[in-house]
């Protein structure tokens, strides 16, 4: 079982795409679980999970009696995901003083039986649930977009996905930076992904070859509720993702 995690801090940046489109793409190829640790829940929503009614993300890293993982998977028609919950941002006091408390989404994973892969979603943060999902993975997944303000803060989290890999995770690894709503027609695009290809070298990774390009089609399958895969998987963005999930997992 391989366990991606798709992180930045900066906000609407593309996690939620790219992490259910992931999710979507590998699960023709195996079984997926995708877990939502953003307290804004929008794979969540994208998944049409239960947040009330059913064991969250929140009941597995607050349970003192360590809720196992699987009693808060929900098998719905997009696939298997573990929602989020709003109270997750309370996690942060509530785990406050307990060294357990960052292990706990890797103990519950590693109780996991059945999946070849699990797709992390997380918040645009710097947290204790972020540390959780890092301990827990193996790979980390960065969408970055060709802009000015393309690598602001992701210095800071390299620095902590290093801190974690020397300290508790010795396997978790980078494993590239992921251009997406990408067009390549101008100059400033283009100039941008090479300083960020360069950027990567020097944290050690790689920028994937494989970019993400945008079309309407992407909106109009998260407002109806369907991944992008089987939507409209002859779009532009579904097919790049095709691609990068190839290049991801060779």
């Known amino acids: 079982m391989v366990v991606y995690v798709v992180a930045n ?3 609407g940046i ?10 979507g793409i590998l699960g023709k190829k195996g079984k997926v679980l995708l877990i939502d640790a953003d307290p804004q829940g929008n794979s969540t929503s994208t998944y049409e ?5 059913h064991a969250t993300l929140y009941d597995v890293i607050i349970d003192s009696d360590k809720l196992p993982l699987e009693d808060a998977v ?6 298997d995901i573990v929602a989020s919950d709003p109270l997750l941002a309370k996690a942060e006091k509530m785990l406050d003083g307990d060294v357990e408390g960052f292990y706990r989404l890797k103990d519950a994973i590693d109780m996991l039986d059945g999946y070849d892969y699990v797709v992390i979603d997380t918040a645009p943060s710097l947290n204790i649930t972020l540390y959780n999902c890092l301990i827990a993975a193996d790979k980390v997944i960065i969408p970055v977009t060709a802009d000015s303000y393309a ?7 390299n620095e902590t996905i290093m801190a974690v890999k020397r300290r508790q995770n010795r396997n978790l690894e980078i494993a590239g930076l992921l251009l997406v709503k990408y ?4 100059n400033l695009e283009r100039e941008t992904k090479i300083a960020i290809e360069e950027h990567a070298e020097k944290m050690g990774t790689k920028l994937f070859d494989t970019t993400i390009r945008e079309c309407i089609k992407t909106k ?14 002859k779009c532009n963005t579904c097919v790049d993702y095709v691609a990068f999930v190839d290049e991801l997992i060779k």
Do not use: C, F, W
Not at 151 to 156: A, K, V
């Open 9 to 11: 801090q900066k906000g």
């Open 14 to 23: 593309g996690k939620t795409t790219t992490a259910t489109n992931l999710a």
């Open 183 to 186: 067009s390549g027609r101008s």
């Open 151 to 157: 690598m602001q803060g992701i210095d800071q989290l």
């Open 74 to 79: 929900q098998h719905l028609p997009n696939g």
């Open 49 to 53: 999970a239960q947040v009330t009614d």
């Open 220 to 233: 109009e399958a998260q407002e109806q509720k369907k991944l992008l895969i089987d939507y409209a998987p």
